[in-house]
């Protein structure tokens, strides 16, 4: 009995999520309530306050669903691979585009980017300043890597490759999440990508730059 209670307690959780993904995506986050994601997910609101201190709790966990630290990517990609940190991080990018293409991604991610206002103890901005910064973090140790081996353009520091890389992807991932149907963030996004790393790579390196 008490696996069965657990285990219908994360399915609560889940539902509720599910339901907060729905009207978030729907209304936006300030203008939704937790009464109404629990009329969404047909519980009480008590339910809720069960598994969630407060919206802001909630919303965490929504994001928790979707969190993509380029950390893990790299792992997923390097594991049976001998590929360059160069390649790996290319590749990495790739993985990335095509988790965007999920519903589940896009949907959250949008509500982040597009339908979520400061509100009470929400700060979407000090939330994506919070990703951005993981991921930056992650990105320069992959270009040291790389800078380290001689595969970096000698006029780019691992740094200033960090920036363009995250600048790039934010760009991307913006306007894809504003227009998804306008064109493909895994066929034309990629190509961006593999340009990008063409140009980041250094001359006399014999790197190859294959699509995934």
Known sequence: MPRRTKAEAAATREALLDAAEDVFFDKGVARTSLEQIARHAGMTRGAVYWHFRNKADLFH??????????????????????????????????????????????????????????????????????????????????????????????????????????????????????????????TEGGHVIDTLFELMQHPSSEESSHQP
């Open 61 to 186: 966990a929504l994001l928790e669903r979707v969190r993509m630290p380029f950390a893990e990517l790299v792992d997923e990609v390097e594991q049976g691979s001998e590929a360059s940190p160069l390649e790996t991080t290319r590749l990495a990018c790739h993985v990335s585009l095509k988790r965007l293409e999920q519903p589940r991604y896009r949907r959250i991610l949008s509500i982040l980017v597009h339908r979520c206002e400061f509100f009470s103890d929400i700060n979407p901005l000090e939330m994506q300043d919070q990703l951005a910064n993981e991921c930056f973090a992650e990105l320069c140790e992959q270009f040291r890597r790389a800078h380290d081996q001689g595969a970096l353009a000698p006029h780019l520091t691992p740094e200033t490759a960090s920036r363009l890389l995250q600048s790039t992807l934010g760009g991307l991932f913006h306007d894809w999440l504003r227009m998804p149907d306008r064109f493909s963030i895994v």
